[in-house]
Every structure is written in structure tokens, then in C-alpha cells.
């Protein structure tokens, strides 16, 4: 295996997705004290939003922001992520059509972005950057990937 | 060159026309019905619905016309150009080196006038194509394909004698295709309908006497309703079958590989092998056992096509394949078989998890119908020696940059590429798999088109990982 990827998320990803995490717990709050009278069980039902809160909140986007890394080389794009399923990911610079970023409005919240980019077998995503490293990252994998248009 | 714009063959007009009316089928169809039936059978309603009927032929054909009227196309250096409608303009162009294919396709009516559909094949387009000229005489198709083989590789080189490589698909083999077809995807709906008409018919049965009483007839009934309708689904998906690869041949023009196929419709599609990233070999159920396969092909730029169109040939023997491909695409041709399994210790992980969930649903099932009969019990083996075949057929090779990936899903498929084709590819791993030192290795050659083994030991997946990389040049 060759050496991790260099590079980590923006630091404010991990409050990005604590405030998803957040958003996510809400919501089974909601549900869950709607059906609650419903539900054999009772009161246990109410555990669901405080594991919800644990996972999501908690755990899972500092872990998953730990795991995160990513490289652009000049001929090759390599990811590494996952939380429980750890992925690494390589790309072909040869293989990329053409790149964006986007910015969804919890995104810009945080002045993140996130790098999308496609191939033929579909969209590739480094998400939760600083905005001008989006900026950066995008630009320099569209100068990269100007080689002779064969899909 | 011609850039003068021209019209379509006036062929076009009941094509049209047919195109219209197909659309417009269920609103004259409800029409129709309620004119006929809603005031009884009588000379009067017969009459309007006949006026209905005449009235939706002639308005389509009037449609058709106009269509065909405001619709030109032409071609010059800069692409193929196509214009239409007068309320609703609509003005395409494609560049000559955007267009990936011209396929022509011939239905009843084409056929009848002796012209052609063009289905101007972009990477964008959808299955139909970017641009569709419905019909289209002979010679102006040879001016089309002259325009775009003049800008892009030339179709056919000189020598029209000189023989090309070709395989024909035999009325025999094309019968045993049709038969091992086994299309689920029709049959399980029809399985879903019958069990909820089953459940209904209990339903209705509310008195517990009448049950009892009807229980033996009404279950051998619904029994034998489900079974016809199981023998006309599969009926109907062997005809299906059948007449989408009548005829079916494939044959290796160049840069080209040409697929005609259809009885009703022939359809002719050039795909240019360079955009072939891949082919692969599937063996169904009803196939493995006797040692045959489908060839399919991975092609970029064809995603939203149907399956049939991604047919390299509907039926192989296995021991037929490497020839084959030998002959109509060395680039990818490979031996699907001698491959490196996934380790002995690696085969549980395989079965484990498949006999687990089959014994939860098992298990519940027997707990919610309160079956007599243990019957959802098996669900637990059955799909343990699925886990196992899934093991069996795992593997992978990878040889003088040619990538073979073996695995199975009910159906045996095998991916043929070679390295440098790849999208990409990933290695992962779950926390048990670390901790047991194993790794699952994936690629993709283009949008489905995707290829998974599970569980190699990890040294070997990393180092197979590492052996996909692009090489720095």
C-alpha cells in the first residue's frame, strides 16, 4: 500500500456534520414523541433520539473526519474515507470529464465547499473544504485532467 | 458534403403519425370504451365511436404531417444539424467529434417503405439517441455516414470483398438463449400479483365455514391460476427474447464492431471499440450448469441504453469465449476462467452472513403466517449454498495488464478489462475484515459497470491495488 494521502478536510467539517448530526436528531425527536404513544415499548423508544445523538453527533463526524484524507497527484486522484467500511479510492487523472464544487447552505454556514469530480462510471466527491482550497483543488484537477478527450 | 438542409423521406408522415397515435392510444382508448359502452351496444354508440376513432387517425396523421413538414437536417464540417416543429421550435447540433455512432433501426413501418430510422448516438444522449431521424431513404443514410466517417475513423476501407470477422447467432442457439433467459425481473411481479390476489381471496372469506369448506378447491385454484400465469410470463419473456435476437449478428469492421439484431425491428448499432472499456461474461442460473454464457460489453457514453443493446452476443459456450473475442475484439479478449481465488479462511465470511439473514427472515416468517409446515426454515440452507457459490465464484487475475474480476449475484459474471481502462478503483475494508487481515478490491469501467471482489487477504489486495495505478509515464 502506498503512503496515506496527505492532505485532511477543513477542521470545520467536523462541526458541519455535528450540526447534520444535530439537524438529523431533531428530526427522530419529532417522530419519535409523535408515535410514541403508538408504539408498544413506551418509553424506551425515547433511548432512539439519545443514540442518534451519540452516532451522529458524537461520534461519527469526528471519526469520519479523522479517516478522511485525500491527494491529487499529477496523474491520479486518491481518497481515503469511511467509518466503519474504510475506502481508499484512486481515480485516473486520464479518466476525469470535468470537475465542480458546490456549496449546499449548511456548507456556506461554514464557508466549506465540496469537489466533485466525474468520470464515465460517475461523480467522485471530496467534501467539507475551505472554500478557496475547493477553489484551488478544482482548477488544478481541470488543468490536469486537459489531456486528449478519449472517455 | 451536404449542407443543403433536407427533408426526411415522406415515410416519415405515418411514422409520425403511428408515433402520435401510439401516445395518444389510452386517452382514444377510454374514449372509445365509454362511447361504446357507457350508453349500451347500440348502432348509435358504434357510430361514435367510430367517428372518435377516425377523427384520433386523422388529427395524428395531420400531426404527422406537420411534423414532417418543419423538420430539415443537414450536414457540414461543424456537425449534423436538425430542426423541427413550428410552434415549438426545436434546434439541435452535434458536433461531427461528439457523435459516437449513427445506428440505424428499421421498424415494420420503415421496412415497409424500405428506408431507415438514424439514431445520432452521443456520450450524453439518452437511448434513444440525441438526434432521431425517423426515416431516412438509403442513400441519404450513405451521405450521413460518409459525412461522419470523412471527420472520424472511415466505416468500411476498401475491399468490400475481403472477409470480415463475423459471428452469426444459429436459430438453434438463439431458441436455447431465449429459453435460459430467465428473466426475474418479469416473473417476480407476477409472483407478487398472484400472492396478493391469494391473500385477497381469503380476505373475502370471512366466514369460517365457507373457508373450510372452499379451502381445498379454491387453494388448488389459486395454485393453478399462479402457475398459468407463471408459464405465459415466461412464455411471453422467451418470445420477448426471441425477437429482440432474431438474426442477431455481430461483426468486427475496423475500428467498428457492427451488432444487427430484431425481427420485427432490426436494429443496427456501430460502437466504436475504443469506447468498449470492458466486456463481460454473464452465466445465469439456467446457463452455468450447461456451460453457456451471454457476452455483454462495458461501453462509455451508452449508460441509459437498454440491456439488449449491450449485447455483445446473446449465447456462448464457455470454452467458445476466448476464440471468440480473439477474433472480433483481441483488445480485450482474455481467458475468463484460471483465476486466483479468495483464501480458504475467507469462505465463511461468504456464507456466514447469507445463512444468518436467512435464518432471521426464515424464522419470522414462520412466527408471522404461523406456518403448519416449517417451509420458510429452508430459506436458512438455501441461501447458505448461495453464500458458498458466491465463494466458489470469486476470483481475479491480473496479467499483462489485462484485469479479470470474477464474482456472482444468482448470476455468474465475469469482468474482462484492461487496467488501463479503468474509472477507477478502491480497496475496503470493514473492521472485522481488518482485523482478520482481509480486504475487498472494486473497480468501475463506466456507469453500471462495476466489478467486486470480497475478501482477498489484505498483502494481496493492496498489492493488486497498487499494480492498478496508472503507471507514471
Not at chain 2, 455483445?312 to 475484439?329: G, H, S, T
Given at each position: 500500500?502506498?503512503?496515506?494521502?496527505?492532505?485532511?478536510?477543513?477542521?470545520?467539517?467536523?462541526?458541519?456534520?455535528?450540526?447534520?448530526?444535530?439537524?438529523?436528531?431533531?428530526?427522530?425527536?419529532?417522530?419519535?414523541?409523535?408515535?410514541?404513544?403508538?408504539?408498544?415499548?413506551?418509553?424506551?423508544?425515547?433511548?432512539?433520539?439519545?443514540?442518534?445523538?451519540?452516532?451522529?453527533?458524537?461520534?461519527?463526524?469526528?471519526?469520519?473526519?479523522?479517516?478522511?484524507?485525500?491527494?491529487?497527484?499529477?496523474?491520479?486522484?486518491?481518497?481515503?474515507?469511511?467509518?466503519?467500511?474504510?475506502?481508499?479510492t484512486l481515480v485516473p487523472m486520464l479518466r476525469v470529464q470535468h470537475v465542480d464544487t458546490t456549496r449546499g447552505p449548511l456548507e456556506q454556514l461554514f464557508g466549506l465547499a465540496t469537489v466533485s469530480v466525474h468520470s464515465a462510471a460517475g461523480a467522485t466527491t471530496i467534501p467539507a473544504l475551505e472554500d478557496a482550497d475547493a477553489a484551488q483543488l478544482r482548477d488544478r484537477i481541470a488543468a490536469l485532467a486537459r489531456t486528449p478527450d478519449e472517455l | 458534403m451536404s449542407s443543403e438542409p433536407s427533408k426526411l423521406h415522406p415515410a416519415a408522415i405515418a411514422v409520425l403519425a403511428l408515433n402520435t397515435l401510439r401516445e395518444a392510444a389510452l386517452p382514444i382508448l377510454v374514449l372509445l370504451g365509454t362511447a361504446v359502452l357507457g350508453s349500451g351496444l347500440d348502432t348509435g354508440a358504434l357510430r361514435r365511436g367510430l367517428l372518435y376513432l377516425v377523427v384520433g387517425v386523422a388529427g395524428a396523421s395531420l400531426a404527422g404531417l406537420v411534423r414532417w413538414l418543419s423538420t430539415r437536417y443537414s450536414v457540414d464540417e461543424h456537425g449534423i444539424h436538425f430542426r423541427s416543429g413550428y410552434l415549438r421550435r426545436k434546434a439541435t447540433t452535434v458536433p461531427l467529434n461528439r457523435i459516437q455512432g449513427l445506428d440505424t433501426v428499421a421498424g415494420p413501418v420503415q421496412r415497409l417503405f424500405g428506408v431507415v430510422a438514424v439514431h445520432v448516438q452521443t456520450a450524453g444522449g439518452g437511448a434513444k439517441g440525441e438526434i432521431v431521424l425517423e426515416a431516412v431513404g438509403p442513400e441519404a443514410v450513405e451521405r450521413l455516414r460518409a459525412a461522419v466517417g470523412a471527420h472520424g475513423p472511415a466505416p468500411t476501407e476498401a475491399a468490400p470483398e475481403r472477409a470480415l470477422p463475423e459471428r452469426r447467432l444459429s436459430r438453434r442457439?438463439?431458441?436455447?438463449?431465449?429459453?435460459?433467459?430467465?428473466?426475474?425481473?418479469?416473473?417476480?411481479?407476477?409472483?407478487?400479483?398472484?400472492?396478493?390476489?391469494?391473500?385477497?381471496?381469503?380476505?373475502?372469506?370471512?366466514?369460517?365455514?365457507?373457508?373450510?369448506?372452499?379451502?381445498?378447491?379454491?387453494l388448488v385454484g389459486w395454485e393453478l391460476a399462479l402457475a398459468a400465469l407463471l408459464v405465459a410470463a415466461w412464455g411471453l419473456s422467451v418470445a420477448g427474447s426471441l425477437v429482440a435476437f432474431a438474426g442477431f449478428t455481430v461483426t468486427r469492421d475496423g475500428d467498428r464492431l457492427r451488432i444487427r439484431r430484431g425481427l420485427l425491428q432490426r436494429s443496427e448499432t456501430a460502437v466504436p471499440v475504443r469506447r468498449i472499456h470492458g466486456v463481460r461474461v454473464v452465466e445465469g442460473l439456467l446457463r452455468r450448469p450447461f456451460g453457456l454464457a451471454a457476452l455483454r460489453v462495458e461501453v462509455a457514453g451508452y449508460a441509459a441504453e437498454a440491456s439488449a443493446a449491450r449485447?455483445?452476443?446473446?449465447?456462448?459456450?464457455?470454452?467458445?469465449?476466448?476464440?471468440?473475442?480473439?477474433?472480433?475484439?483481441?483488445?480485450?479478449?482474455?481467458?475468463?476462467?484460471?483465476?486466483?481465488?479468495?483464501?480458504?479462511?475467507?469462505?465463511?465470511?461468504?456464507?456466514?452472513?447469507?445463512?444468518?439473514?436467512g435464518a432471521v427472515l426464515g424464522g419470522a416468517a414462520c412466527l408471522l403466517v404461523g406456518a403448519i409446515a416449517p417451509w420458510p426454515l429452508l430459506l436458512a440452507p438455501l441461501l447458505a449454498l448461495d453464500g458458498w457459490l458466491d465463494y466458489r465464484a470469486a476470483g481475479w487475475r491480473l496479467r499483462d495488464g489485462r484485469l479479470v474480476m470474477a464474482s456472482r449475484q444468482l448470476a455468474w459474471s465475469t469482468l474482462l478489462t484492461p487496467a488501463a481502462r479503468l474509472q477507477e478503483h478502491a480497496i475496503a475494508q470493514n473492521p472485522l475484515q481488518r482485523r482478520a487481515q482481509l480486504a475487498d478490491v472494486a473497480v468501475a469501467v463506466g456507469k453500471g459497470g462495476r466489478a467486486r471482489v470480497r475478501h482477498l487477504e489484505a498483502p494481496v489486495a493492496a498489492e493488486l491495488w497498487e499494480r492498478l495505478r496508472p503507471r507514471v509515464s
Open positions: 500500500m502506498p503512503p496515506e494521502p496527505a492532505h485532511r478536510l477543513a477542521p470545520g467539517a467536523r462541526w458541519l456534520w455535528r450540526l447534520q448530526g444535530l439537524i438529523a436528531t431533531a428530526v427522530v425527536v419529532a417522530a419519535t414523541s409523535a408515535a410514541q404513544s403508538e408504539l408498544p415499548g413506551g418509553r424506551v423508544w425515547l433511548l432512539l433520539p439519545v443514540a442518534v445523538l451519540a452516532i451522529g453527533v458524537g461520534a461519527v463526524p469526528e471519526l469520519r473526519w479523522r479517516r478522511w484524507r485525500y491527494e491529487v497527484r499529477d496523474e491520479e486522484i486518491d481518497l481515503r474515507h469511511g467509518t466503519i467500511w474504510v475506502t481508499r | 442457439d438463439g431458441l436455447i438463449a431465449a429459453v435460459t433467459a430467465g428473466q426475474l425481473g418479469i416473473i417476480l411481479p407476477v409472483v407478487a400479483a398472484g400472492t396478493q390476489l391469494f391473500s385477497q381471496a381469503f380476505d373475502d372469506e370471512s366466514d369460517l365455514e365457507g373457508a373450510t369448506r372452499l379451502l381445498p378447491d379454491s449485447t455483445l452476443f446473446p449465447l456462448v459456450r464457455r470454452k467458445d469465449i476466448e476464440p471468440f473475442l480473439a477474433a472480433l475484439l483481441p483488445e480485450l479478449a482474455d481467458d475468463p476462467g484460471d483465476l486466483a481465488p479468495p483464501p480458504r479462511r475467507a469462505a465463511r465470511r461468504y456464507i456466514l452472513p447469507k445463512t444468518l439473514a
